[in-house]
């Protein structure tokens, strides 16, 4: 850079200075990430051409902290020459931050001409700004990494993983993992100790992660870590269940955890952070519901069922439009005269031609109101079959319903139950709605809500899978069911062992179910057998393999008109 210098033209120090000027300008505004290195070269010849053998910035939080000299110092350069003299700039924010910067004349050179000290006035300004934003992104970057409670965040998480990168990710294994009761810890400890608890197990968790092991929590007590294989057994069997000493006097308690791991071996394919923290949580949510234990790896099962669960919500939409959806009834049988008295509407998804049996896609459709749509949908074909049986002539029976427990968010059911029943001109009786049990006080009044509207209506009600859950004796006591439907699970297998538990819960079912009025159904009839224990024990019908799958709707009225069932002796 030439620059006119008035007499004398522009000197080789003056040149030096420039060309140094710039690149410093550059290397502190450079947008491929700051190099504290090269910006530090570029100093120390600032430095030299100028006579300086020292530069120093300096933080201080508070007036007072600037008195004591207790603050962040930077020293940028120092060559170790003695100084005599040096030129100060100071700037305070608001707040009480004072930042300073000064630079240290070498003793025994020249002294400063008042053009190099309104030189280094600009270096220092520079430096002054360029330090300040740095700092300020380095306490932000650090505020974000850790939590009020000093945990590890997310972001840490993040960082860390993107930073190690495919090489260095092979060979451990991230774990997401919730601890187990610990609001019943908090409460019976206090807050304090079992704050102090949680800090323990953690930080003693992280320690036996090995090398690169990192434990960060993502909110309340949910965390997400990070160990080396080498160390995973003696990580599982700490969130398995560990003690932790908290207190003055040395208390103890056991935490443990349920947990989700993704184990990264050899043939692992590194897709970012978020790809490991999705499987980790497959793994966790499914480790959550405690079928498959409490700690669960995900692997290529969970695999499938998450491509499977991917594919029916995208599929969904289009498949009632398409006619994949079909309705099968599966006939009731009334034991006692082997008549057909009743159908339950079941689902079937031919997708490209190819049956998908309701276990495959009721779940994924029952984690969001899509199960809803199917279950409009079903009750409308029901209703439109028939209202075509009816007019064919044929002698109907009442066709059961499923409706999801999802429906009870909404509380307008029975009205559009209702609705789609008039919509077809189907006498109500014909018509039966199969519910299960509810878990929740608000969902249970609703429930019984819902039972009585369409009781008053003339439609039937049942309640489905009776027997197993949490299905308990208030369901039945306090809401009016025209039909309670005993789970295939608590249907005797053989008659005679009258010490058999099932047997004896059995009996009393049904005996209770018959006393206050109302029908009872078998599910899952498979054997003569089991129809001689319904008949001996008064269960009026039954439901099952024995009897028929749930059929086609041609073949259904085939049994329609059939209308009876060959004894079974
Ligand atoms: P569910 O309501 O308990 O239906 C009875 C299930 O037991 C049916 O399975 C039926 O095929 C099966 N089953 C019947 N007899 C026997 C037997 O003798 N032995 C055995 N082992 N099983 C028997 P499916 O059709 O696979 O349906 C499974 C579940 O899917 C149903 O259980 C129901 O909860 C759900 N589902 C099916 N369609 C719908 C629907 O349209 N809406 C809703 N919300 N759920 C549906
Ligand atoms: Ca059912
Ligand atoms: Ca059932």
């Excluded at 609705?419 to 519910?435: G, S």
């Excluded at 439609?459 to 809401?479: E, H, M, P, Q």
């Excluded at 057998?529 to 009897?547: D, S, T």
């Amino acid at each position: 850079m030439r620059t006119p210098k008035g007499i004398g033209g522009v000197t080789v120090i003056d040149q030096a200075y420039y060309v140094n000027l710039e690149r410093l300008t550059n290397a502190m505004t450079s947008f491929d990430g700051i190099d504290l290195k090269h910006v530090n070269l570029i100093l120390t010849e600032l430095c030299s051409i100028l006579r300086a053998c020292k530069g120093v910035t300096e933080f201080f939080d508070s007036k007072e902290l600037e008195l004591t000299g207790k603050g962040e110092k930077y020293v940028c350069y120092d060559n170790g020459a003695a100084s005599d003299t040096f030129l100060k700039i100071q700037t305070e924010f608001p707040g009480g931050l004072t930042a300073r910067c000064m630079v240290y004349h070498e003793s025994g050179t020249d002294p400063w001409t008042e053009l190099e000290q309104s030189r280094l006035n600009t270096i220092m300004h520079m430096m002054l700004g360029f330090l300040s934003r740095n700092r300020l992104d380095h306490l932000a970057d650090n505020l974000s990494m850790r939590d009020d409670a000093g945990y590890k965040t997310i972001r840490y998480y993040m960082r860390t993983v993107s930073r190690m990168g495919q090489e260095k990710l092979v060979h451990h294994a991230a774990i997401r993992f919730n601890l187990k009761h610990f609001s019943i810890i908090n409460q019976e400890i206090g807050r304090q100790y079992s704050d102090e608890v949680m800090h323990k197990y953690v930080d003693i968790l992280e320690e036996i992660s090995g090398e690169d092991g990192v434990v960060c929590r993502l909110g309340g007590d949910n965390f997400i870590a990070l160990c080396d294989q080498d160390y995973l057994g003696t990580v599982l069997s700490h969130l398995e269940g560990a003690p932790v000493f908290y207190g003055e006097n040395n208390e103890r308690v056991i935490v443990s955890a349920t947990a989700g791991v993704f184990n990264m071996d050899e043939n692992y394919v590194y897709r970012g952070p978020d790809d490991i923290i999705e499987r980790i949580t497959m793994a966790f949510n499914v480790s959550k519901n405690g079928t498959k234990g409490e700690i669960v790896f995900a692997n290529a099962d969970l695999e499938a069922d998450r491509e499977n669960s991917m594919r029916v919500k995208k599929l969904f939409p289009q498949a009632m439009k398409n006619d994949e959806i079909q309705i099968y009834y599966q006939p009731k049988i009334n034991v006692q005269n082997n008549m057909l008295v009743g159908a339950e509407a079941l689902s079937r998804w031919f997708q490209e031609g190819n049956l998908m049996l309701p276990d495959s896609y009721i779940p994924v459709l029952e984690q969001s109101m899509d199960i809803c749509r199917l279950d409009f949908y079903v009750l409308e074909r029901v209703c439109r079959d028939i209202s075509r049986w009816i007019s064919e002539g044929r002698q109907v029976v009442r066709v059961s319903v499923n409706m999801s427990r999802r429906h009870l968010i909404e509380d307008d059911l029975s009205d559009r139950i209702l609705d789609i029943i008039d919509m077809y001109d189907v006498p109500h009786e014909y018509i039966e709605i199969e519910l299960t049990e509810t878990t929740t006080d608000v969902e249970f009044r609703r429930l019984k809500n819902i039972v009585t509207v369409l009781q008053d209506a003339g439609v039937f009600t049942a309640v489905d899978d009776f027997g197993v859950g949490y299905s308990s004796l208030n369901l039945i006591r306090d809401i009016p069911w025209d039909v309670i439907k005993v789970d295939k699970n608590f249907v005797p297998i053989e008659s005679g062992i009258n010490t058999n538990t099932r047997t004896i819960m059995f009996k009393n079912v049904v005996n209770m179910v018959r006393e206050m009025g109302r029908d009872c159904v078998a599910e899952g009839v498979e054997t003569k057998e089991q129809v001689k224990i319904l008949r001996e024990n008064g269960c009026g019908v039954a439901q099952g393999f024995f009897y028929d799958r749930p059929l086609p709707v041609t073949e259904f009225e085939k049994r329609l008109d059939q209308k009876y069932y060959p004894d079974i002796d």
